[in-house]
């Protein structure tokens, strides 16, 4: 079956600029999940869509970012004006079991190769 | 607060060799699963191996094994017979049920040198 597949795998902007990101998972899974990485640091959750639902977003940084999930499928993230902070890896990952488990235990992400944005 | 620490930014092993990276994490939740990510150069993070909080026994996988001391939060990774293309970050992470296993906590990673 496909992986995450996430694009573009590099974008370079010019601060206060906009950048669309986008994730397609693996297809029947329900649950999709946006995670970024700063440079060097420990990679940190955003939000977690449950088909077309936003089921917890606490993670966004702020209201320049912003993510959709149109018709359960693909989704998309935006950053509006991008500033120098958001620079960094950002991981698209998916998995199928609902309310966080599987048959065999507790979620597995499987996760897309990541974009990567600079801001200059 | 929910933290995870890989104290190792970077390490090297020879090829055929055994290595171990560190991974202590933080939480007041009883019910969890631990993991071990890598991500390979250019390529997606996979998953190496997992452990319930429940369970005493240590996971292992093939070439890869667990240390996981509950009492202690620690949870660190062995890897057995190097070889090159263990090359890669490597991701301590974990989540629990109060978010239903739907939000995970990573480190910051290390990276993993097999050198020939």
């Known amino acids: 079956e496909a992986g995450v597949t996430q694009f573009p795998s590099h974008s370079v902007i010019e601060k206060g600029q906009t950048v669309t990101l986008r994730c397609d998972p693996i297809s029947g899974h329900d649950n999709l999940y946006w995670y970024r990485r700063v440079m060097g640091k420990e990679i940190k959750f955003l939000l977690h869509f449950v088909k077309e639902s936003k089921q917890d977003e606490s993670g966004m940084p702020n209201n320049r970012f912003l993510a959709e999930r149109t018709g359960g499928t693909y989704s998309t993230l935006k950053v509006q004006p991008a500033e120098l902070e958001d620079s960094g890896v950002y991981f698209c990952?998916?998995?199928?079991?609902?309310?966080?488990?599987?048959?065999?235990?507790?979620?597995?992400?499987?996760f897309g190769a990541g974009s990567r944005l600079t801001v200059l | 607060a929910q933290t995870v620490t890989q104290s190792q930014p970077e390490m090297s092993v020879q090829e055929a060799e055994t290595v171990t990276l560190s991974c202590t994490y933080d939480t007041s939740e009883n019910n969890y699963y631990l993991f071990w990510y890598k991500q390979p150069p250019s390529r997606q993070m996979i998953l190496v191996i997992r452990q319930e909080a429940y369970k005493q026994q240590n996971a292992t996988e093939n070439r890869f094994s667990v240390n996981f001391q509950k009492a202690a939060k620690s949870f660190s990774l062995k890897i057995s017979d190097s070889q090159l293309g263990d090359t890669a970050m490597y991701f301590c992470a974990f989540g629990t049920a109060l978010y239903n296993f739907n939000k995970f906590y990573f480190g910051s990673g290390t990276k993993l040198n097999v050198k020939p």
């Open positions: 990952a998916s998995s199928q079991g609902l309310g966080g488990k599987t048959t065999t235990g507790a979620n597995v992400l499987t």
